[in-house]
């Protein structure tokens, strides 16, 4: 089986940058569509971004302007400008291989471990 494997979480302040990653384990396993959710204490996991094989991009309202999804081969980023306390939440990568790819839990059958992020005032 495929894992994901995530890297990059940490603290910042408020208006610091962090770069997830994420890579399958086996490199050459390619996913049609991956993408980033996240998961604050207390709330459901919520879509951030998204991209599809070819380049199509989707992002969260939350987010649009300020975080950049990227694919480099089978390698997931997420760079993080301009952080807000309310982006404190545990980071997911998720994947699949075919389907659709919305920012929607349902739509991925594959997930990470996940990194923290904590954004501090």
């Known amino acids: 089986q495929v894992q994901l494997l995530e890297s990059g979480g940490g603290s910042v302040q408020t208006g610091g940058s962090l770069r997830l990653s994420c890579a399958p384990s086996?490199?050459?396993?390619?996913?049609?569509?991956m993408g980033w959710f996240r998961q604050a204490p207390g709330k459901e996991r919520e879509g951030v971004a998204t991209i599809i094989y070819g380049g199509n991009i989707r992002y969260s309202d939350s987010v649009q302007d300020r975080f950049t999804i990227s694919k480099d081969k089978n390698t997931l980023y997420l760079q993080m400008n301009g952080l807000k306390p309310e982006d404190t939440a545990m980071y997911y990568c998720?994947?699949?291989?075919?389907?659709?790819?919305?920012?929607?839990?349902?739509?991925?059958?594959?997930w990470g471990q996940g990194t923290q992020v904590t954004v501090s005032s």
């Open positions: 086996r490199y050459t396993y390619i996913y049609q569509c």
């Open positions: 998720a994947a699949r291989s075919g389907g659709w790819c919305r920012l929607l839990t349902a739509d991925f059958d594959s």
